[in-house]
């Protein structure tokens, strides 16, 4: 049988496939990488200010947010895979079984009046390294960084068939959105997830070839 399917290798232009399959698995990763270590500083943002906001630990569960249906459906099944796998949920637990699609959902314009405000109130921490505070410009980043990251985990190309410069400035808008999200969270973090970040020799590797 064929290892890669036809379709799958013309999205790879005709110069060099593998050459470009390659290296879209290697930048796939690394991208992996550092959009788990956002996905979870995220999360762990979103859950302590709604905690602080709602006063109770299973904040999605409160009277303060009547619009979470969806989301609410999510956490449902979170707990069934716990109970499922003989264990007693906790919010720790449930937390992390949500996807960055749940988080996401969070940040959409109709509950701007809700979750976002809660957000950003400085009574709950606020969000004091993101000083425009714009709901729709922090969610258009955190979508972006999300479907970067379907892509990647789906084997879905980021580079194109081509193979040039246009890929490296698409790679680093990437890069701009997941530090974008994660300097608006906390700086610290953002820096130690830059310093510990592949993608830029990934990237310098590729430049150095096409060079060559």
Do not use: C
């Not at 959902?105 to 009046?113: H, K, S, T, V």
């Amino acid at each position: 049988s064929r290892w890669f399917s036809t379709s799958r290798m013309l999205r790879y232009g005709d110069a060099d496939p593998v050459g470009q399959y390659v290296w879209n698995a290697r930048v796939s990763k690394a991208f992996l990488e550092d959009i788990g270590h956002v996905e979870v500083l995220l999360r762990n943002f979103i859950d302590s200010r709604l905690t602080q906001d709602a006063g109770t630990r299973l904040w999605w569960e409160s009277d303060r947010y009547p619009r979470l249906g969806s989301f609410r459906r999510n956490v449902n099944k979170v707990v069934a895979r716990i109970e499922a796998a003989g264990h007693e949920p906790e919010p720790d637990q449930i937390v992390a079984g949500l996807s960055l699609d749940n988080w996401r959902f969070l940040l959409i314009p109709r509950l701007e009046a809700t979750i976002w405000k809660a957000l950003i109130s400085l009574e709950n921490g606020g969000m004091p390294h993101y000083p425009g505070r714009s709901r729709a410009d922090f969610e258009a980043n955190v979508e972006l960084v999300r479907i970067v990251r379907n892509r990647a985990s789906h084997q879905e190309p980021l580079v194109s068939a081509k193979g040039d410069s246009g890929d490296i400035e698409r790679l680093q808008s990437y890069m701009a959105a997941i530090d974008m999200v994660a300097s608006s969270i906390d700086p610290r973090a953002a820096a130690w997830i830059a310093m510990n970040s592949r993608i830029p020799s990934v990237l310098a590797e590729q430049q150095r070839l096409a060079s060559s």
